[in-house]
């Protein structure tokens, strides 16, 4: 099964997960459905998007969002 849904779903009666029930881990793990007694296994899968740069502003200890980037102070220079 390739397709990945939103909220953990039972794939033997469809019953839904509520969020604070559903495993958020990314190791997988064994679940049975509070409905059916049914045993079936849920692992969340996340997507890594990149790395968010911030850096302090020596001078001014501002935080730029863009680690690259000089804070206006520096531009100043």
């Known amino acids: 099964m390739d397709e990945l849904l939103d909220e953990q ?9 509520e969020d604070h029930q559903s495993n958020w881990e990314d ?13 079936y296994t849920v692992k969340a899968v996340y997507q890594f998007k990149g790395f968010q740069i911030e ?3 020596e001078q001014c200890g501002e935080w730029t969002d863009d680690g ?3 804070c206006d102070c520096e531009d100043k220079d």
Not at 9 to 17: R, S
Not at 27 to 39: A, Q
Request: glycine residues 0%.
């Open 68 to 70: 690259m980037a000089l």
């Open 55 to 57: 850096k302090q502003c």
């Open 9 to 17: 779903v039972c794939p033997y009666c469809e019953h839904v997960v």
């Open 27 to 39: 190791e997988e793990e064994e679940i049975t459905c509070d409905r059916c007694d049914k045993e």
